[in-house]
Nanobody, 124 residues
Framework: QVQLVESGGGLVQAGASLRLACAASGRTFSDYSMGWFRQSPGKEREFVASISQSGGSTDYADSVKGRFTISRDNAKNTVYLQLNNLKPEDTAVYYC?????????????????WGQGTQVTVSA
């Protein structure tokens, strides 16, 4: 059983930056590919970014490519999402996600564990 706890969300102006963090329980964090998804009211949950077990590979949704960066620190059991140049359309609840396996599983939404989410609100 893996528990994921997100932090770092908030209310910011367009163009600002945030860094989200996801702290994971357990001693096998490095076995998991990790990711971030987001969901706005009335919309489906959508993929944002993923990272492989070692951190050597990443994947991003087209809508955030060049603005967001996913990273991980396996010694701290933590995955991060750096959100730069935020836009109002980035407003959503952001969820941390984990799957014990390849990064491709996360990118296509095959998620074993979800965090509770953290709200990101971007005003125009």
């Amino acid at each position: 059983q893996v528990q994921l706890v997100e932090s770092g969300g908030g209310l910011v102006q367009a163009g600002a930056s945030l860094r989200l963090a996801c702290a994971a329980s357990g001693r096998t964090f490095s076995d998991y590919s990790m990711g971030w998804f987001r969901q706005s009211p009335g919309k489906e949950r959508e993929f944002v970014a993923s990272i492989s077990q070692s951190g050597g590979s990443t994947d991003y949704a087209d809508s955030v490519k060049g603005r967001f960066t996913i990273s991980r620190d396996n010694a701290k059991n933590t995955v991060y999402l750096q959100l730069n140049n935020l836009k109002p359309e980035d407003t959503a609840v952001y969820y941390c996600a984990a799957t014990r396996g390849n990064i491709a599983l996360v990118t296509r939404g095959a998620i074993r564990y979800w965090g509770q989410g953290t709200q990101v609100t971007v005003s125009a």
